[in-house]
């Protein structure tokens, strides 16, 4: 039996824009080259709002031992606003895991760099010295970017070396723009043009940009002002990515060693996986190459290079040829997705289509909760696996079953999110390098999804709604048996003690007005639930909701208060809830639990336990746990029951009293504990705890925590600024006790 291969994974945050177009299709190459498994996770850049990206960093999080045997880490193309401890902080993750950096050195793990700032200085050096250049302008990249900022250097140092004024962007120089993200051309554009009058042709002979996606944006701002290319000014960018030769005139720019810096860091990695003693000091510096093309004035281009030009107007053809293959595939698919009604056919659909363009091995994965996923369905070489709806471990990408499946060739790890929502993930083998048709597929599966669960939601509304309606008929019949009979029953008594009175049958009387008074005080109990139920059902059930101790509802379980954080609710209707469902469950086990959810209480009937018979009437005992369960609800919390059990879960309060967010926590999110961590519980949730606030990153924790008995000025303080911070609105807060001074 031949030996399992190496598997490498590589995480970036994109496959279908800029640079990463040529990039991961060089890996996929050098994994191949290797005879190693490659697995591909386009996560996005961490903690990025833009577009909801940040809801793209959960597939980062299965780049982990289970499944990979090593990393490479583009790091440059993830970070985003991070500082440079958070980011050492986010590689420090791996753990064990051997990783190789791209682009952004990492303590501990080995780095292959490309020399931007030399071959930034080739080309602003092309531009003095071939076309008299005296005025260039430059489009800043982002601020947090090491690369970006080694090609602003470059353009700095080289206008220096040459004796032209520098634009300082200290001091506000107008030839060179603010940072701006690299698909903001047309934005940095707009900022020379619009904000400090600057004419292309006039007060600019030359436009750099720090990428070709920002130069392509900036090109295509000012055509539609009516300046060209390179009649007007000179254009160049910078990475040699797809795009820069779909312009009206090819883009010059300075092309990345690609394959050289794939097959570099392959062998680092392999290296320091096989060695006893890894080598982590590596660090790699490979040159770039300046490309000439039109956009800078070069004219004789295209006549010096014919044979150049036709090879790559074949290859534009075969191209385009292949793409229409593709997006006839993918519109094929799109459209029977529309009608697609559940998850097994969508698992169909895609059995269907996708081996069409070469996608053979296939599967869909939902997050559940911190601790497992869903898998939905895939397919293999052998046809639609009979595993479905199956829960896994969550660190684990596919099931334990089907690993085989899913650990020979090369995989992408797609996320899948819709309306601010991160559902899961789509694994699949890549048969092509086109990161444009893979982006499209995730997204066609993402809002397929969507449909899905709509139409389930649709489902679960009208189940509710039929449920609704034999509640109504029990109501009536509940309403006739606790209601109408009784007053019956009473009628008779009534006339039976009558009787004995005219029959002068005193000694008897008394007992039968006490059995009456007990008959109608229950009566009386049951007639206010069926009321309660009522005005709960039109949502006119009116909650006073304060902050309490969880130890007001349940003072014989929990004997000590401050033990739980406290909830926000109706105290008085939750003490009426858990006494009914007591009552319901009676010789019972009663137990507490602190969940990421919220608070839970667990009721369990003891095995074998002697139930006593009582005289309430079952059903009216139905209807009142029916309430218990409509105000639990009433309060955000969850609600289960059946023979033995009764489970309620009271949500945790939020710092704006916002809902709680739906995000799925992950073993790499965090706790935020902002006082001194010994007033917590024993065995307080396992997740790992962080105390500095300026460390909390948004989107990584899963609940924050905070001791407020004798909380000093400086803590509230801290406590109302998190407050503040919108991408905290929907953590849950748990709070231990409250400040000084402070009420429901």
């Not at 009516?226 to 960018?237: E, S, T």
């Amino acid at each position: 039996m031949a030996a399992e291969k190496k598997r490498i994974g590589i995480i970036l945050a994109s496959i279908h824009t800029g640079m990463s177009r040529n990039m991961w299709s060089g890996f996929a190459r050098a994994a191949a080259a290797e005879n190693t498994s490659l697995f591909i996770f386009p996560g996005g850049r961490l903690n990025a709002h833009d577009d909801f990206e940040y809801l793209r960093n959960s597939v980062y999080y299965l780049a982990n031992e289970e499944n990979l045997d090593g990393c490479i880490s583009w790091s440059s193309s993830i970070r985003c606003a991070q500082s440079h401890e958070e980011f050492e902080a986010f590689h420090f993750g791996f753990k064990s895991l051997p990783v190789v950096t791209l682009g952004f050195k990492s303590v501990g793990h080995p780095c292959v760099e490309f020399d931007a700032y030399s071959g930034m200085k080739a080309l602003v050096s092309h531009f003095i010295n071939v076309h008299g250049s005296q005025k260039i302008a430059f489009l800043r990249g982002p601020e947090f970017h090491r690369s970006a900022a080694a090609r602003f250097e470059g353009y700095y140092d080289t206008l220096k070396e040459f004796g032209l004024p520098v634009s300082n962007p200290l001091y506000s120089g107008l030839l060179v723009t603010d940072p701006f993200n690299w698909n903001e051309g047309e934005a940095a554009a707009a900022q020379l043009f619009e904000q400090r009058s600057l004419i292309p042709g006039k007060d600019f002979d030359t436009l750099i940009g720090s990428s070709d996606l920002m130069t392509l944006g900036a090109i295509n701002y000012f055509k539609r002002r009516g300046f060209r290319i390179p009649k007007d000014y000179y254009a160049a960018g910078f990475n040699n990515s797809a795009e820069s030769q779909v312009t009206e005139s090819s883009l010059t720019t300075v092309h990345l060693p690609y394959e050289e810096m794939s097959i570099k860091s392959f062998k680092i990695l392999l290296g320091n996986m096989t060695r006893k003693k890894s080598k982590k000091d590596i660090s790699l510096l490979l040159p770039c190459e300046l490309i000439i093309r039109e956009s800078c004035g070069c004219n004789g281009y295209a006549l010096k290079m014919p044979n150049e030009y036709q090879k790559l107007e074949k290859e534009a053809a075969m191209a385009r040829h292949e793409t229409e293959k593709l997006n006839s595939c993918l519109n094929s698919l799109k459209c029977d997705l529309l009608g697609t009604r559940d998850r097994f056919s969508l698992v169909q659909n895609l059995a269907c289509h996708l081996p069409n363009i070469g996608i053979t091995v296939s599967a869909i994965v939902l997050y559940n909760d911190e601790k497992t996923s869903v898998f939905v369905g895939g397919f293999t070489h052998e046809g639609i696996c009979s595993l479905k709806e199956h829960r896994f471990p969550s660190q684990l990408l596919v099931p334990h079953s089907l690993r085989q499946q899913f650990c020979d060739g090369i995989f992408m790890v797609q996320p899948l999110f819709i309306d601010n929502r991160s559902l899961g993930y789509f694994i699949h083998n890549v048969p092509i390098f086109d990161g444009v048709i893979f982006e499209e597929l995730r997204s066609a599966v993402s809002y397929a999804l969507k449909g899905i669960f709509l139409l389930e939601e649709t489902i679960t509304a009208k189940r509710v709604a039929e449920q609704a309606q034999r509640a109504k008929t029990e109501f009536l019949k509940v309403l006739e048996d606790s209601l109408f009979n009784p007053l019956q029953e009473m009628t008779e008594r009534l006339e039976l003690m009558e009787k004995k009175i005219s029959n002068n049958e005193f000694d008897s009387l008394l007992d039968d007005i006490k059995s009456l008074k007990l008959f109608t005080s229950s009566k009386e109990t049951e007639a206010s639930s069926i009321m309660d139920f009522t005005l709960a059902n039109v949502d006119e059930l009116s909650l006073r909701k304060t902050v309490f101790d969880p130890g007001e509802l349940l003072p014989n379980v929990i004997t000590s208060s401050g033990i739980f954080p406290l909830l926000i609710g109706d105290v008085a209707r939750l003490i009426q809830c858990f006494s009914v469902i007591m009552e319901q469950y009676e010789d019972c086990i009663c137990s507490t639990e602190i969940t990421y959810a919220g608070f839970a209480v667990s009721f369990r009937k003891k095995p074998k336990a002697k139930i006593k018979q009582k005289k309430h009437n079952d059903k009216a005992r139905q209807f009142s746990l029916l309430l218990a369960e409509r105000i639990i609800l009433m309060h955000g919390g969850k609600f289960f029951a059946d023979s033995d059990l009764c489970t309620v879960t009271l949500p945790w309060p939020t710092l704006t009293g916002c809902e709680l967010s739906k995000n799925h926590i992950s073993a790499k999110d965090h706790v935020l504990v902002l006082s001194d961590p010994e007033y917590l519980p024993a065995n307080f949730l396992s997740l790992p705890k962080i105390y500095d606030i300026e460390k909390a990153q948004a989107g990584n924790i899963a609940l924050i925590t905070w001791n407020a008995n004798g909380a000093a000025c400086e803590d509230l303080v801290k406590v109302i600024n998190l407050k503040n911070k919108s991408e905290f609105s929907g953590v849950p807060f748990l709070i231990f006790g409250l400040p000084s001074g402070a009420g429901g």
